[in-house]
């Protein structure tokens, strides 16, 4: 499965027009229901859609400015290491010819591990806190995060330490405010951030961290343009993602011309009618010097 994404990854960054060659990075977990028996390609979560199995990938994603790209993509084996999933992603951030300026992670990647990681390779990152653990009994303070909760909106130098790891992080304290369906009010709850070389307040790190969610449309675009599978087989799921994945960081480079601006669905039947008129073609039209580049261009 992975050799299928190192060849896939030509194909994902071909697409990629003018881009910031340093640029915010977010990564996300992406889970698809599986109602199959599990294998070895699929991973358990909490039930989602009537299922606890799915079919996991891991994405990285330009959220700076309109064009936001696709420019890693991995499948999540079963019980895989989160720093495994993520040495994976960077690799392929690096061969898009991004610097990341600031990894913006989902919570699943928050672990000792990977912020170790992340720190032997110099990335600024922000991730949310997940606070796990016993509650404090009755009669017994909190503790490590759970205590640093109770303190207000601020940046706080914090070493998460669990059996025999640490490191070294700061902790930031924001408020978010939400309307309680419910109640009918508005309420507020504290969100702790755990990050490292990244400046600024409370609300800069939490309205920092709020453009990671602009990528929540991706995968609504991915899911519209995915093709259909009832395959067991990881490999050819990967295989279809991708694809799903491709077409988007084509529309996204072609589909936002002004001069045209089509919507993701012409796109992609554009695009489609090209690869068909190019399978048509004579042997004797097809291009012979393969060494040769082409410059990119949008779909005719």
């Known amino acids: 499965m992975h050799a299928l994404a190192r060849r896939l990854l030509p194909a994902l960054h071909a697409p990629l027009g003018n881009r910031d060659p340093v640029a915010r990075v977010a990564i996300d977990y992406h889970q698809i229901a599986y109602f199959g028996e599990p294998n070895r390609d699929t991973t358990r979560s909490t039930p989602t859609a009537g299922t606890h ?94 205590a640093l909760r ?14 025999g790891k640490a490191v070294r992080v700061t902790v930031v304290i924001a408020h978010k405010s939400y309307h309680h369906r419910r109640a009918g009010r508005r309420r507020s709850k504290k969100i702790l951030y755990a990050t490292w070389r ?31 599978t009832s395959t067991t087989d990881g490999v050819i799921r990967l295989l279809w ?31 489609l009618l090209e690869i068909l008129e190019t399978r048509a073609m004579s042997p004797n039209e097809l291009p012979t010097d393969r060494g040769a580049t082409t410059q990119a261009r949008a779909p005719t």
């Open 241 to 271: 993602v991708a694809v799903g994945r491709i077409l988007r960081n084509a529309w996204v480079r072609f589909g936002t011309d002004p001069t045209h601006m089509w919507t993701l669905g012409a796109a992609c039947l554009l695009l």
């Open 150 to 163: 109770k303190r207000g909106a601020g940046r706080y130098p914090y070493t998460h330490e669990d059996r």
């Open 198 to 228: 990244v400046g600024g307040g409370p609300v800069a790190i939490r309205d920092r961290y709020r453009k990671r969610f602009g990528i929540e449309s991706r995968y609504r675009q991915l899911g519209q343009v995915r093709p259909r």
């Open 53 to 146: 199995t799915f079919h996991t990938y891991a994405t990285a994603c330009i959220v700076d400015g309109s064009n936001r790209y696709t420019l890693g993509l991995t499948a999540v084996g079963h019980k895989e290491p989160m720093t495994a999933v993520l040495a994976r992603l960077l690799d392929q951030v690096t061969a898009a010819g991004v610097t990341i300026r600031v990894a913006l992670l989902d919570e699943a990647f928050f672990s000792i591990a990977v912020m170790q990681l992340l720190q032997s390779r110099n990335l600024p990152f922000v991730i949310p806190a997940v606070i796990r653990g016993r509650k404090p009994r009755p009669g017994m303070t909190a503790v490590g995060l759970r």
